[in-house]
């Protein structure tokens, strides 16, 4: 049985993984931990807003003697709708608490606001990238605007701070603040019983996305190898990441993330030099997923995720001064600095 079709597991003392389905067949499924406090569950992450999710993870509480009205606080680990929305949707119900990294509130904002609805900001950001052909692509397959989801971002009740504490009773988390997947992701971290709650941080299988949100910062890819160095840095523990199965060891999938990015900001300056210039030009010019896919045999959504990507990888390249950016017809071009 696969990561993602159990019901639900026991991953630690007083501390279960379930996982919940997602629509679309890209990930199949999202982590929520539920972990046994002394007055209460606590849901590390809470699962997309989708009935079959919301019966999963009821199924899953019933099984442990509880509901959704013992559940006290929701810990989201980042604003996407797969950890975030369904948190809004019961605390409607059942007013739980629900609490988010600080460095959200500017995305919670852009969300909110209605002058920028989700579309119209991707569509504008993929002009940028040289994508025309994409976004004819993309208005094809997605006629809305997202404008049915806004209301599913709602501000959370609580604002977490970096190496704030969270005191369950049972155990103490330790927020910090991991940006680079989206810029106010946090982990959580139990360092009496060493796990890291790990979110889409780092993934035993996959890497993340980069700054797939609402308003992405500046340098996003270089602020999340940062954060892969900070959680580097704290002891090894046992990773529970929001997608695939818990893992031994946080530092040895942390040393290969950075390998994988060395890499890739190599094969991006190489698209360059061999005269991709734009970020949708040169991601038509590299190796997409784990099954290194042509960029081509992409759906539209995940063609605009890797050039969303290869942008990210591009701004770092720049940033270590080893391509140059200007723009060009309302299009950003990358090439070579002049040498010296």
Not at 113 to 131: I, K
Not at 134 to 151: A, E, Q, T
Not at 180 to 205: K, Q, S
Not at 218 to 238: C, F, I, M, T
């Amino acid at each position: 049985m696969g990561w993602d079709a159990s019901e639900i597991e026991l991953v630690a003392p007083g501390v279960h993984r379930v996982p919940l389905p997602l629509p679309g067949d890209a990930l199949k499924a999202v982590n929520v931990y539920v972990v046994e406090g002394g007055d209460g569950l606590v849901l590390i992450d809470s699962g997309q807003y989708l009935g079959e999710a919301r019966t999963k993870l009821e199924a899953a509480l019933a099984s442990l003697g509880a509901g959704f009205g013992d559940v006290r606080d929701f810990l989201i680990t980042h604003i996407h709708r797969d950890h975030y929305t369904q948190a809004i949707a019961l605390r409607r119900e059942f007013g739980t608490r629900v609490s988010l990294g600080a460095g959200e509130a500017v995305s919670i904002a852009a969300v909110q606001n209605p002058a920028t609805p989700p579309m119209a900001r991707n569509l504008s950001a993929l002009e940028r990238y040289g994508a025309d052909p994409l976004i004819d692509l993309l208005r094809r397959s997605s006629p809305g605007d997202g404008d049915d989801l806004r209301s599913l971002f709602e501000s959370p009740d609580a604002w977490l701070e970096d190496q704030s504490v969270v005191d369950l009773s049972t155990r103490a988390l330790r927020v910090v603040s991991t940006p680079g997947h989206t810029r106010g992701h946090v982990v959580f971290v139990d360092e009496e019983h060493n796990l890291l709650f790990a979110g889409d941080h780092v993934l035993p299988h996959i890497t993340p996305s980069i700054a797939f949100e609402p308003a992405p910062p500046e340098n996003a890819l270089g602020k999340y190898l940062s954060s892969l160095l900070l959680v580097r840095s704290l002891p090894d523990a046992r990773l529970l990441p929001a997608h695939g199965p818990v893992s031994p060891s946080v530092h040895a999938r942390v040393d290969e993330l950075l390998l994988h990015h060395e890499r890739r900001l190599d094969d991006t300056l190489r698209a360059v030099i061999e005269g991709r210039r734009s970020p949708y030009e040169a991601a038509q010019g590299l190796l997409w997923t784990r099954r290194e896919r042509h960029f081509s045999t992409l759906d539209p959504f995940n063609q605009m995720l890797a050039v969303s990507e290869t942008k990210v990888h591009l701004d770092l390249l720049v940033a270590q001064g080893r391509l140059d950016v200007d723009v060009r017809s309302g299009v950003l071009t990358y090439q070579q600095p002049p040498a010296a």
